[in-house]
């Protein structure tokens, strides 16, 4: 894991956590809006790394190299983390296992929810199709990715880690997504929490999540985006993404 810093340090900290083959560059427009007000922190993720190969192990490694890295460097405490898609279930377990202080905490298309063995697969055998077709740059693969998945000025970043992303870190990423369910926890530190989600394609996960969240925390608030797929409001739209999550940052 590599953790890219921006903005000062003496001011409350940001974490913003990045999802499956996602660069950390796609969280740009807000580490520029959040870097004035905030210490922003950028995780890239292991088997998301541009600079060397690495491997993604589970959910729980990575929210413990982010606990490590936050009891470091910023004395166990962060005013805030944001994560999105893979990165929300991350963050999420950040919460859960209470190893750092954290008051607020923003979910955007987190999928909690338990997956069933076969539509784990089925994204298995297709993320794996994606990096292996992006390693051979056909045209075809990478033309639907720019339009559906990752704007076109994120691809260059994007494959310099698909050059580099084994099958066992596909498996591993998909597998222990797929496998980490909410675990309800007392909370003490009164951490605010906002679960975004939209309403198209694969969103459903996150919806269930969202609703079953909201019964562990009913203090929990619930942003749906009526028409937006998963993940597209952040990557896609970010200013909207920024005028939703602001506010609820500095209520």
């Keep these: 894991m590599v953790f890219h810093t921006f903005g000062d340090k003496n001011n409350g900290a940001v974490v913003l956590i990045h999802g499956v083959l996602t660069p950390w560059q796609i969280w740009e427009r807000q580490i520029e809006f959040f870097k004035e007000k905030y210490f922003v922190v950028v995780p890239a993720l292991d088997g998301h790394i541009e600079e060397q190969a690495s491997e993604y192990l589970s959910v729980d490694d990575e929210a413990e ?24 279930v991350i963050a999420n377990r950040l919460f859960e296992r209470n190893n750092i202080k ?21 994204m298995t055998v297709s993320y794996k199709s994606i990096i292996h077709k992006s390693k051979n740059r056909d045209a075809k693969t990478l033309e639907s990715f720019k339009r559906d998945f990752l704007p076109e000025r ?16 596909i498996e591993n990423m998909i597998r222990s997504v797929s496998e980490t369910t909410p675990l309800p926890r007392e909370n003490p530190d009164n951490t605010e929490i906002m679960f975004l989600h939209g309403t198209k394609g694969n969103e459903v996960y996150s919806k269930k999540a969202a609703k079953m969240l909201k019964q562990f925390y009913p203090e929990l608030v619930i942003r749906c985006f009526d028409g937006f797929k998963h993940a597209e409001l952040a990557i896609y739209q970010p200013d909207k993404w920024l005028d939703t999550v602001d506010p609820f940052l500095t209520k």
Excluded: Q
């Design 65 to 88: 190299k982010i606990e490590n890295y936050i009891n470091k460097e910023l004395g166990g405490s962060v005013f805030a983390v944001c994560g999105l898609s893979m990165g929300g």
């Design 102 to 122: 954290l008051r607020k905490l923003v979910l955007d298309g987190a999928p909690l929810v338990k997956i069933s063995s076969l539509s784990n697969k089925v």
């Design 154 to 169: 994120f691809l260059t970043s994007y494959l310099k880690f698909a050059d580099t992303m084994s099958d066992s870190t």
